[in-house]
């Protein structure tokens, strides 16, 4: 039910946009996620919109680099990636919840929040 895309390699300071596809239904009342797993590290929380405002709350380090937005239309989500750093490198991994109760910040920044999960794609970043 979704469906990351856009990841690759790319130089440092460069950019990249990958994208969260839903499929057979919407997540209107909830919100969607975007985790990473970088090479020998644990999955780490990186962004997350709540679907029905558009707002959004980001990995400190990720501020001011990363944006997150919502297309309603199409029902995707994109995470637009700019500046990006060799240690950006690991597998995007999108989520999503269909359900108002858990898009508090703190529930937001958790995996265990997440119904439906993306099968990932890889970002590359070469120094």
């Known amino acids: 039910q979704l469906q990351a895309s856009g990841g690759g390699l790319v130089q440092a300071g460069g950019s990249l946009r990958v994208s969260c596809a839903a499929s057979?239904?919407?997540?209107?009342?909830?919100?969607v996620g975007w985790f990473r797993q970088a090479p020998g590290k644990e999955r780490e929380f990186a962004a997350a919109?709540?679907?029905?405002?558009?707002?959004?709350t980001y990995l400190d380090s990720l501020k001011g680099r990363f944006t997150l937005s919502r297309d309603n239309a199409k029902n995707t989500a994109y995470l637009q990636m700019k500046n990006l750093r060799p240690e950006d490198t690991g597998v995007y991994y999108c989520a999503a919840v269909d359900r108002s109760t858990r898009t508090i910040t703190s529930a937001l920044w958790s995996a265990g929040t997440y119904e439906f999960w993306g099968q990932g794609t890889q970002v590359t970043v070469s120094s």
């Open positions: 919109l709540r679907w029905r405002d558009g707002s959004t």
């Open positions: 057979g239904r919407t997540f209107s009342s909830g919100a």
